[in-house]
Structures are given as C-alpha cells and as structure tokens.
C-alpha cells in the first residue's frame, strides 16, 4: 500500500480515522492509534477516548449486574422466609413463587454479570 498523500513511498500505518495509508513523514501516534498528521489527530484523540469509556462502562455494567444479583437474591429470601412463617396457604404460595421468581432473576443476573466480565 502506497501512502495517500506521498503517491511514491510505502505507507508503514493506516489511520484511525480515515482509513488512509500513510507513510512515516504523515504518520502520527495519538494514544494507541495512528492518524494523518496535522489532518486526523483531533478525530482519533475523540475516538481513543470514547474507546475508553465504552471499556469503563463495560465493566461499570458486570458490577451493575452483581449488585443487582444480590438484591434479587435478598428480596427472593425474604418472601421464601414469608412463605415459611406464613399461616394462610393463599399466601405461602404466592410469597414461596414470588421467592422463587426472583432468586431465579438473581441467578440470571449473575450469568450476564460473568458474561459482561469476561
């Protein structure tokens, strides 16, 4: 691949931004990307840091799904445990499947909790 703007030399990168080959004279480092110099620097800064934050949000989102794990699995607990000491049948089954419906939406949540972390 020849370099966009030097038609004669071989171009060593290709830019983030525009896709362009460029040769070393045009090649500019910008975080882990490369950009046209003088052209592309400021829209591939843009791009490594949305990059960032989308890799912190993910991680933001496996801590999300854990907590909300927990607070199923407490709520879950809690209605099994009414259920337990329950006297009325009505309610022993609607609190034991209330229980049983949230410790299942716990689990889930912690299977996309491992997902989102991997």
Request: charged content about 25%; proline content about 0%.
């Given at each position: 691949m020849r370099c966009?703007?030097?038609?004669?030399?071989?171009?060593?990168?290709?830019?983030?931004?525009?896709?362009?080959?460029?040769?070393?004279d045009c090649y500019a480092e910008v975080g882990t990307g490369t950009a046209c110099r003088n052209?592309?620097?400021?829209?591939?800064a843009t791009?490594?840091?949305?990059q960032r934050r989308?890799?912190?949000?993910?991680?933001?989102?496996?801590?999300t799904y854990y907590g909300l794990a927990v607070f199923?699995?407490?709520i879950g607990g809690a209605l099994l445990l009414l259920a337990a000491f329950s006297y009325k049948t009505t309610e022993k089954?609607?609190?034991a499947a209330g229980g049983a419906v949230f410790l299942a939406?716990?689990?889930?949540?912690?299977?996309?909790?491992?997902?989102a972390d991997e």
């Open positions: 966009f703007y030097h038609g004669d030399v071989e171009a060593v990168a290709v830019c983030k931004s525009c896709g362009r080959g460029i040769c070393h052209r592309c620097e400021s829209e591939v791009l490594e840091d949305l989308m890799t912190d949000l993910v991680k933001m989102t496996g801590q199923l699995a407490l089954r609607v609190s939406g716990a689990v889930a949540c912690g299977f996309l909790a491992r997902r």
